[in-house]
């Protein structure tokens, strides 16, 4: 079952989605050295520059103002379509917004952020429920979780995997970009590749799972298999539909 | 210092209050200097079960908001030496109770007290918050029935991030699992959950079993905290309760479904 509910109703959806995108890493606010190099880099692969979006890293750069407009136009020039800036203060971001371009926080920033062990897209409170019991230790990004998740309770991976070493209790959401292990019963929600990725599963010890979601394609307990309830599962998305299948 | 417990449960009607009144009786016929504090402000319950309730001049409220002392307000139960109960108001509600005044009333009696036993109202909201937030031990009283297992689920999500020990890194709060409500027959018939399928999903320690009892009622609407009927099983559910808080090992009981005699069976004979 996926989210598409009634196609003649619906005037969009909302897809996570991993895009390749051009990151061009400024190492100086001169537009005119950019503008030089890009001349120099058109003659070489013009097939390169057909309106190709570029994100403007500014991450490498100190200076507190920057000719962002003149950059963009360089841009432009070269048939290259500047879609959004990333790092830079908060003046870049208001030109940046201004200018009707996206703005990203620099990369430290979002790589250090599931190191703290907290879901940013969680309420405070649920973050901070979770916290206590837990060891979290961080693994590039995955996330590994000890104890019971009660209901309530919200716990996420937003760049990576997540592992649960005990129960998720009925009323208990998990999320993770990547794939979801639950060694133990699952009873409440788990959702994987919250971000799009369609390869990931989700795997647990004992299947009672209220929903199970992998890419925005779900099925309900009611949509689940009686005869798979309470077995050792590994979920997987084919053909926008979630196959269960028991494990040995 | 005074051992401070907490006895919720989320859900309301569970059995809180009966709980918290057997077990602070019991703890103060074991020679524990004990009071129990009713935290359900605007709806006032535990002087009705304790049996004071012709006698309460000045509440918690008036306590926390300066306008009485705290000896003028403890009510000193007639039936047990060294209890005492501490009212709620019945015309306030919970906003009138202070995370700072509620500190001070527990610091003072903390001083005097072996046991604080607090009943905590129904719910998540501020005033089951207040009631957890400076406690040691909570009792998590829960029904064999499904929604009454989810809602101290949520509960222990709160006992162990919204409390003073999880919000101070200090060593969590010990949560015991005490089971009301349970009848083993029904239990057998599939019609209840088992205590097995409710001790795996809340993974806690269980620290009680009371049995569906006729005794209860009876005792609620005389205001005398069943642990005084020790010929009741469920007297003698909460007396083992008690033990089993104070640190002694004490076999279950009460969770089979007993075998009736023939004589029982001849004249219906009922629990008692």
């Known amino acids: ?248 | 210092m005074a051992k401070i417990i907490v006895v919720t449960s989320g859900k309301g009607g569970v059995g809180k209050t009966t709980s918290a009144a057997a077990i602070a009786t019991g703890l103060a016929l074991r020679g524990n200097k004990t009071v129990v504090i009713d935290f359900d402000v605007g709806l006032r319950n535990l002087d009705l079960i304790m049996g004071c309730e012709r006698r309460v001049v000045y509440d918690l409220v008036n306590v926390i908001q300066g306008e009485a002392g705290l000896n003028q307000a403890l009510i000193r139960d007639k039936r047990t030496e060294n209890l005492h109960i501490l009212p709620a108001s019945q015309t306030r509600d919970k906003d009138a109770l202070t995370m700072e005044g509620v500190e001070r009333v527990l610091d003072s009696l903390s001083e005097e007290y072996d046991y604080i036993v607090c009943d905590s109202p129904a719910g998540i909201e501020r005033g089951a918050q207040l009631a957890m937030y400076y406690a040691d031990e909570a009792i998590v009283v829960t029904n064999p029935e499904v929604s009454s297992v989810r809602d101290s689920d949520r509960i222990l999500g709160l006992l162990a991030s919204k409390t003073r020990r999880a919000e101070q890194n200090m060593d969590p709060v010990r949560e015991r699992l005490l089971i009301t409500r349970y009848d083993p027959n029904r239990v057998d018939t599939g019609d209840m959950l088992n205590l097995e399928d409710i001790q795996e999903i809340l993974a806690i320690k269980l620290v009680g079993l009371i049995p569906e009892s006729e005794a209860v009622l009876r005792a609620s609407n005389q205001g005398v905290p069943v642990t005084h009927d020790q010929q009741s099983d469920a007297g003698q559910a909460y007396a083992d309760t008690v033990s089993r808080l104070m640190g002694e090992e004490i076999p279950l009981r009460f969770h089979q479904a007993q075998k009736r005699g023939f004589l029982s069976r001849v004249f219906g004979g009922g629990r008692r």
């Not at chain 1, 005037?11 to 895009?19: S, V």
């Not at chain 1, 990931?200 to 009672?208: K, M, S």
């Open chain 1, 1 to 248: 079952m996926s989210l598409k509910v009634d196609r003649a109703e619906v005037a969009f959806t909302f897809k996570g989605g991993m895009l390749p995108m051009t990151v061009m890493e400024l190492a100086t606010a001169d537009p005119e050295r950019v503008a030089t190099q890009l001349a120099g880099k058109l003659n070489q692969s013009p097939a390169f520059f057909q309106h190709t979006p570029v994100v403007l890293s500014v991450e490498k750069l100190d200076a507190p103002h920057l000719a962002l407009e003149r950059l963009c136009a360089v841009c432009r020039e070269h048939k290259l379509l500047p879609v959004a800036v990333r790092g830079g203060g908060d003046g870049i971001k208001q030109s940046a917004w201004a200018l009707g371009l996206g703005w990203f926080p620099p990369q430290e920033i979002r790589a250090a952020a599931p190191a703290s062990g907290e879901a940013h897209d969680t309420g405070a409170e649920a973050a901070a429920e979770a916290r206590e019991n837990s060891e979290a230790p961080a693994l590039e990004g995955g996330r590994i979780f000890r104890g019971t998740v009660r209901s309530g309770q919200q716990l996420s991976a937003p760049h990576g995997d997540l592992v649960i070493v005990g129960a998720v209790n009925a009323g208990a959401e998990i999320l993770a970009a990547g794939s979801v292990h639950v060694y133990g019963p699952l009873r409440g929600r788990a959702l994987a590749g919250i971000h799009g990725s369609r390869e990931v599963g989700i795997f647990c010890q004992e299947l009672h799972a209220e929903l199970l979601s992998i890419a925005g394609n779900y099925k309900r307990l009611e949509d689940i298999d009686v005869e798979l309830l309470g077995a050792n599962v590994e979920v997987r998305l084919s053909e926008d539909q979630l196959n269960i299948r028991t494990l040995v």
